[in-house]
């Protein structure tokens, strides 16, 4: 099994709304990665989870928050997003470098 | 910052083999190159890397300069399901490094 899934596969929010993305894969990774990819542009580094722990974020504002409950499940807390936040959101996990994706949230915000 | 060059747009003809270039003059001893691809409005998929040999699986054919400064990723036999942009990538072959992505190739394949 080298699936990664996300859920859901699209999402409409507004600004004011809370809703958060599930990403999961049961191949034992325990590096787990968010992307945001906006149209016609390579994705982008958000967050890494390391072992259930955050190593690295890039800078992402806080109405972004991840949390890894536990090392198959990956979720991303969204609150208050901008309509410039309407993207393609990319999970991935990753063991000795080799990284699997999920075929990504399209999240529009109106 | 991506740490490799690639030429943002390619044709290849139907059963061709289509000949991907990615110049990575900067990489490092202990860092790998990766390809991915990602069809249009899909995640990414791996496809191959290496670390200074040539490799091969069912996917593709990837030929590392002796220097390591270059690469090129070869699909022996392009089909249209193989039209996509391509990822050149370098990075430490840990599961914990970052995978940064460049602007790519798009590769078109015709009929």
């Known amino acids: 099994d080298t699936e990664v899934t996300q859920t859901p596969k699209h999402l409409v929010m507004g600004m004011t709304n809370k809703k958060s993305l599930k990403c999961e894969q049961h191949?034992?990774?325990?590096?787990m990665y968010w992307y945001k990819q906006k149209a016609k542009k390579p994705p982008e580094l958000m967050f890494v989870?390391?072992?259930?722990?955050?190593?690295i974020n890039e800078s992402v504002p806080s109405r972004f928050s991840p949390e890894c409950p536990n090392s198959s499940l990956l979720n991303l807390h969204l609150h208050a997003l901008q309509p410039e936040d309407s993207a393609l959101y990319l999970c991935a996990s990753s063991l000795e470098g080799v990284a699997f994706f999920g075929q990504g949230t399209r999240l529009t915000v109106v | 910052d991506a740490k490799t060059t690639q030429p943002p747009s390619m044709d290849c003809a139907e059963g061709r083999a289509a000949n991907l270039p990615c110049n990575h003059s900067?990489?490092?001893?202990?860092?790998?190159v990766y390809w991915y691809r990602q069809i249009h409005s899909q995640g990414p998929q791996y496809i191959i890397h290496?670390?200074?040999n040539n490799e091969t699986n069912e996917m593709a054919s990837l030929i590392i300069t002796e220097d390591r400064k270059s690469s090129t990723l070869i699909l022996p036999h392009a089909t249209l399901r193989d039209t996509a942009v391509y990822y050149c990538?370098?990075?430490?072959?840990?599961?914990?490094?970052?995978?940064?992505f460049g602007k790519g190739t798009m590769l078109l394949v015709s009929p």
């Open positions: 900067t990489i490092s001893g202990n860092e790998y």
């Open positions: 191949m034992g990774h325990r590096a």
């Open positions: 290496g670390l200074k």
């Open positions: 989870y390391s072992y259930e722990k955050l190593s």
């Open positions: 990538i370098v990075r430490e072959n840990s599961g914990y490094s970052t995978l940064t």
